[in-house]
């Protein structure tokens, strides 16, 4: 299909029962990239965040690995009804299943294709490698790149691909779906700071232990980043134990250390614990995860507890967050990069 084509086939798919065309309503372009294992369930994502999110979508299944040559198109549009008049207003879907040479040239594909003037948001939900040729290719496309340093199963390789990746000159603002799941604990995290007794505790901090899964590890070290960077800590050292990571900072007001535990059985971050000299502070999730239980003891003695509903974080959900943003994060970036500094030591 040409381009021409396409847009031809998305009017008719925009038809009033009038004849007249239905509103393009896309406030964005998103670029997928993924595979024929995963694109039934990235594509119904897509789907879903449609009427929050609406935007011109282009999902690419690539499978440069197939002997032969195919290209595969799909077109579909997602309306809503408004107005008095009940005019569509509609966003679009466009599906192209590339096999063999066509998936090395995935740019290719997408460009044409994409709104001018729109944003583009360019997402790899599942491995990526920022050092593949189409990897270069797509990213030059992109206004900001979404992806997930946990999907390849070797954090220490991705955090370090996307820290290079935000080192390169004109690269694009990054997004990590890790970080976007690590938004409720930073934030209860704070919350148990928020007295002014209690704040004083962030200086005398000694001790902190995080348990996480070992898929939760890309989480684990982001945490540490961000407590490390917010606070002004420096790091001094750090090891990989048989039971996880030992690390020790250098704080304003002296050493701190940190251990990393991959002991949870279900959750891949489970427990957030802190310790200063007569205070303990605790974020921790419940057996069925749907809920965190804050905790803030002395001496031992409980001083206040409560528990907060975290909801369910599905990967639309996720995705429409990182949705929200179009510039750096550089509350992320430096959290990444104290991140890689550990792995690095």
């Known amino acids: ?13 925009r038809m009033n029962d009038d004849g007249t065309l239905g509103l393009r309503a896309s406030v964005l372009n998103l670029i997928v990239v993924t595979d024929e294992d995963s ?15 609406p935007s011109r979508a282009i999902i690419l299944i690539s499978d440069p690995e197939e002997g032969g040559t195919n290209l595969d198109f799909g077109l579909s549009a997602f309306c809503n009804i408004r107005g008095a008049g009940g005019s569509q207003v509609c966003a679009e879907q466009i599906t192209i299943h590339a096999e063999g040479p066509p998936a090395e040239h995935l740019e290719s594909l997408a460009g044409p294709l994409l709104i001018s ?15 593949s040729p189409e ?19 070797d954090c220490e390789l991705s955090l370090k691909e996307i820290a290079g990746l935000l080192d390169r000159e004109e690269s694009p603002a990054v997004g990590d779906l890790q970080w976007v799941q690590l938004s409720p604990w930073r934030s209860l995290v704070a919350e148990l700071f928020t007295s002014p007794e209690r704040a004083a505790e962030l200086e005398g901090l000694r001790g902190i232990e ?61 427990q957030v614990r802190l310790f200063s000299e007569d205070y303990g502070f605790e974020v921790a999730r419940s057996r069925d995860l749907s809920e965190a239980r804050t905790m803030v003891t002395r001496d031992g003695e409980r001083l206040a507890e ?21 510039g750096r994060d550089e509350t992320y970036e430096s959290a990444l990069r104290a991140g890689v500094e550990v792995l690095n030591l």
């Not at 606070?231 to 134990?241: E, K, N, T, Y």
């Not at 002296?254 to 059985?265: H, L, R, T, V, Y």
Request: proline share 6%.
């Open 117 to 131: 003037d729109l944003p583009v948001f360019l997402w790899y939900p599942g491995p990526f490698s920022t050092s």
């Open 1 to 13: 299909m040409t381009v021409d084509q396409i847009e031809r086939e998305l009017g008719k798919l």
């Open 39 to 53: 694109a039934e369930d990235i594509t119904r994502s897509v789907s879903n965040i449609a009427g929050r999110y």
């Open 210 to 270: 995080i348990l996480h899964a070992p898929d939760g590890e890309c989480r684990a070290l982001l945490f540490i980043g961000w407590l490390a960077t917010r606070l002004g800590w420096s790091l001094v050292d750090s090891s990989r134990a048989e039971n996880g990571r030992d690390v020790r900072f250098s704080g304003p007001s002296g050493e701190i250390s940190a251990k990393m535990s991959p002991a949870s059985p279900d959750a891949p971050f489970r």
């Open 306 to 326: 409560r528990t907060v509903h975290l909801g369910t974080f599905d990967l639309g959900v996720l995705l429409g967050e990182e949705l929200r943003y179009r």
């Open 135 to 153: 990897f270069a290719g797509m990213v030059g496309l992109a206004d900001r790149i979404i992806l997930d340093s946990a999907a390849a199963g």
